[in-house]
C-alpha cells in the first residue's frame, strides 16, 4: 500500500516554478493524486496530496527540504492517510456572494462546524461589482454531509442564516453523472 504524503509550498510567483517542484516528486517516481495551486499577491502557494511506496515518499520529503533554497520555495511536508470512506457522504456546494467586509469566510465556516460538517475544499475572491465598483466578495466551497442528513432542511437553515447576515448564498448537492 502506497504513503502518502502532503507538501505545502509558498514562494515568489516566476514561470516554472510548477515545472520545477513536480520535477523532484516524479524523479521520486511519485504520484500527485491532488493538488491546489494560486497566485496570491506576488507569491506563488501550492498544496499537493502525493503517493508513492514509502522508502520513496520517505526520500522525497528529505530531498524537499534539502532543496527548498534551490527551488526557490519555503516547503512543509507531513505524511499522512489516504482518506477513510466508511461511511456514506453526500457532496453539497455552497456558493456565497456578499458586499466585501471582515467575517464572511469565519461567519459561513462556523455555521456547518456547529453542525459537525466538514469543509472539504473552499476557495474565495474579490472583485468589483459591474456598474457601481463596489467591493464584492464570493466564496465557493465544498462540503460533506452524512448522506442520512436532510439536505433540504439544512439549506433552509443556511438560507435563512445568510439572509440574516445580508448574503446571497446557495447550497446544492452535488450531482454525478
Known amino acids: 500500500m502506497p504513503d502518502h504524503l502532503v ?15 513536480t520535477s523532484v516528486i516524479l524523479d521520486r517516481q511519485c504520484n500527485i493524486s491532488d493538488s491546489r495551486m494560486a497566485v496570491l499577491g506576488g507569491d506563488f502557494a501550492v498544496i499537493l496530496l502525493v503517493n508513492g511506496e ?7 520529503q528529505q530531498q524537499l527540504a534539502d ?9 512543509i511536508s507531513k505524511a499522512t492517510q489516504a482518506q477513510d470512506s466508511k461511511t456514506e457522504r453526500q457532496s453539497c456546494i455552497v456558493d456565497a456572494v456578499a458586499l466585501d467586509h471582515p467575517g464572511i469566510v469565519q461567519n459561513i465556516a462556523g455555521f456547518f462546524a456547529e453542525r459537525n460538517i ?18 464584492m ?14 439536505i433540504n432542511k439544512l439549506r433552509q437553515q443556511f438560507i435563512n442564516f445568510c439572509d440574516e447576515l445580508n448574503i446571497d448564498a446557495s447550497l446544492e448537492a452535488v450531482t454525478y453523472p
Not at 466578495?137 to 436532510?150: G, P, R, T
Request: charged content about 15%; aromatic content about 4%; some cysteine.
Open 118 to 135: 466538514n469543509i472539504e475544499n473552499l476557495s474565495t475572491g474579490c472583485y468589483h461589482a459591474p456598474h457601481t465598483g463596489t467591493p
Open 7 to 21: 507538501i505545502s509550498a509558498l514562494g515568489s510567483d516566476q514561470p516554472g516554478i510548477v515545472t520545477k517542484l
Open 137 to 150: 466578495f464570493e466564496l465557493q466551497m465544498q462540503i460533506n454531509i452524512a448522506s442520512s442528513d436532510d
Open 67 to 75: 532543496q527548498q533554497e534551490q527551488l526557490g520555495l519555503t516547503i
Open 54 to 60: 514509502t522508502t520513496d515518499i520517505a526520500h522525497l
